[in-house]
């Protein structure tokens, strides 16, 4: 099964030479420092602007309310001046607003998977006491009410699959 986690370690920051290794550190710490930096704008109302470049010379931003924005509000553009600061707090309302219809939205998409999770282990159940080897061969009797459309579902998009290599294989033919 391959050996254990050695778990969270401390690491030498110095440079990484192995490409795969700079690549997989930079993407984990590159989300690390996006959320950081999003929950600092949140929490403290912060106007925060982080634009980070990749290895392979790609750019990745993150403003709030927008990169441009702070950036204008730390060298404004001839023309640019805002002396009312009403637009800051109308900036923060539709930030909030933005992160909290993001947190609602990973909610509704994790409670989809639990429920999706759910309905797999009672059609892998079903599938166990009917003496099949795939999931089709589920015993329907022993579905509720929640798993049938999922199965309906699942059962249409493969055959829908199998019709679509039946017609590639007709048309090489």
Same mark, same amino acid.
Do not use: N, Q, W, Y
């Given at each position: 099964m391959g050996r254990p986690s050695k778990g969270r370690q401390r690491i030498e920051i110095r440079l990484i030479?192995?490409?795969d290794?700079?690549?997989?550190?930079?993407s984990k710490r590159k989300s690390g420092l996006l959320k950081k930096a999003s929950e600092l704008s949140l929490l403290c109302g912060a106007h925060v602007a982080f634009v980070v470049f990749?290895?392979?010379?790609?750019?990745?931003?993150?403003?709030?309310p927008s990169v441009d924005h702070v950036?204008?509000?730390f060298d404004p553009?001839?023309?640019?001046?805002?002396g009312d600061g009403v637009s800051a707090i109308a900036d923060?309302?539709?930030? +909030?607003?933005?992160?909290?219809?993001t947190e609602e939205t990973k909610a509704r998409v994790?409670? +989809?998977?639990?429920?999706?999770?759910?309905v797999g282990e009672k059609v892998r159940q079903a599938m166990t006491k009917a003496g099949g080897k795939f999931w089709w061969e589920a015993d329907v009797e022993a579905?509720? +009410?929640a798993e049938l459309p999922e199965f309906a579902r699942a059962l249409r998009r493969l055959r829908d699959n199998v019709q679509r290599h039946v017609d590639l294989m007709l048309a090489s033919a």
């Open positions: 030479k192995d490409a290794r700079l690549e997989v550190t930079f990749s290895p392979g010379g790609r750019a990745f931003a993150l403003g709030t950036l204008r509000r553009l001839p023309g640019d001046e805002d923060r309302g539709a930030v +909030e607003a933005i992160v909290r219809r994790e409670a +989809e998977k639990i429920r999706m999770d759910a579905l509720g +009410e």
